[in-house]
C-alpha cells in the first residue's frame, strides 16, 4: 500500500473524528463523583432574556461550526479554507474560554493554538492527536454542565406557575393544584373499594374538572408548542385518551355494578399514561431546581 494512500485512509478517519467532536460527549462515561451542581452564576448574564438565543449558546455554535469546516475543507483538500476556518475556530475557542471565568480551565488553550498551527503545516499525525485531545476536553465539561445548564436556564421553574383551580374558582400554587389533582384521583379509587359509587362517581367529576383545567399549565412553558404545533403538548399527558378512560369509567358506573376489571383497566392507564409519564418528564429538573434553592 503506498503512502499515499495511507494518508488519504488517516485523513478520513481524522476527518470522521473531527465531525464527531461535539457528538463525542455522550461517549465517555459518568465519573464516580459526578453531581449535578448549579451553574456559576456569570451564566446568568447569557440567559437574562427569555426567549431570545443565548449568546453562549450561539458561541458554541459558532465554535462548533468552524471546527466542523476544518475537516470538511480537509477531507476536499481545500487547505486554505481549513486554514481560515482553524482561525475562525481558535478565536471562537479563546472567546468562549474568557466567557464563563470559573470554565476557563476547561479549554485547552495550547492544544487550539497547536491544531492551527498542524493544519497550516498539513500534519496530519499531529491533526489527529490534537483532534481527539481537544474532543475528549469538550467531552469532560459537557459531561459535568450540560445537564446543569440546561436545568436552570431551559427548565421553568413551577414556582413561578399558578393554576386556576375550577372547584374554587381561585388561583393556587401548581405544587399545592397537583397535591388537590392527587388527592381528587385518590379519592376515585377509595371510594370505588369500599363500593360507595355515588360517592367514586362525585370524585370522578371533580378530578375530571382539574384535570382539564391542568392543560392550561402546558402553555405556560411551551409557549411556540401552544400557538403553532397542530398537535399540542397537553395531547401527550393530559389528551382526549385520558378523558376518554374517565369517560369508560362513569359510563361503567351509571350501570349500578362497575365492573371491578373495567375500572382497574382504565384507572391504571391514566395512572400510567399521565401521572406516571408526566412526572418521569418533569419531576427530576424540578426536584434539583429546589435542591439547589434549600442551598442557598
Not at 495550547?110 to 496530519?124: C, N, P, V
Not at 378530578?207 to 398537535?231: A, G, N
Not at 383497566?265 to 418533569?282: A, F, G, P, Q
Request: a positive charge; proline letters at 5%.
Amino acid at each position: 500500500m503506498d503512502v499515499l494512500h495511507l494518508s488519504k485512509i488517516k485523513l478520513k478517519k481524522i476527518t470522521a473524528l473531527g465531525l464527531a467532536f461535539f457528538l463525542i460527549s455522550a461517549a465517555p462515561a459518568f465519573p464516580d463523583d459526578f453531581l449535578v451542581s448549579p451553574p456559576p452564576k456569570s451564566m446568568d448574564k447569557y440567559y437574562a432574556e427569555p426567549g431570545t438565543p443565548s449568546e453562549w449558546v450561539t458561541q458554541m455554535q459558532t465554535l462548533s461550526t468552524a471546527f466542523s469546516s476544518v475537516f470538511v475543507n480537509m477531507e476536499k483538500k481545500r487547505w486554505d479554507q481549513a486554514e481560515k476556518k482553524a482561525a475562525l475556530f481558535l478565536k471562537s475557542y479563546e472567546k468562549a474560554s474568557q466567557m464563563v471565568p470559573e470554565w476557563e480551565k476547561e479549554f485547552d488553550l495550547k492544544s487550539a493554538a497547536e491544531l492551527k498551527e498542524s493544519i497550516e503545516a498539513k500534519d496530519i499525525e499531529k491533526i489527529g492527536a490534537l483532534s481527539e485531545a481537544l474532543g475528549k476536553t469538550c467531552s469532560h465539561c459537557h459531561l459535568k454542565n450540560n445537564s446543569s445548564v440546561w436545568i436552570r436556564y431551559h427548565w421553568p421553574s413551577t414556582d413561578t406557575i399558578k393554576v386556576l383551580d375550577p372547584l374554587e374558582d381561585k388561583e393556587v400554587s401548581y405544587p399545592a393544584y397537583m397535591k388537590k389533582l392527587s388527592d381528587s384521583l385518590q379519592r376515585i379509587s377509595v371510594n370505588f373499594e369500599q363500593n360507595d359509587f355515588q360517592q367514586a362517581w362525585q370524585t370522578l367529576e371533580i378530578f375530571k374538572k382539574r384535570l382539564t383545567s391542568l392543560k392550561s399549565v402546558c402553555s405556560k412553558c411551551h409557549v411556540s408548542e401552544w400557538t403553532k404545533s397542530s398537535v399540542s403538548v397537553k395531547d401527550f399527558f393530559v389528551g382526549e385518551d385520558i378523558l376518554y378512560s374517565l369517560q369508560k369509567i362513569k359510563k361503567d358506573f351509571a350501570t349500578g355494578e362497575p365492573s371491578e376489571k373495567i375500572f382497574r383497566k382504565n384507572i391504571d392507564y391514566i395512572n400510567n399514561r399521565s401521572c406516571k409519564m408526566c412526572h418521569l418528564v418533569h419531576q427530576p429538573p424540578a426536584f434539583i431546581q429546589r435542591a439547589w434553592k434549600q442551598k442557598k
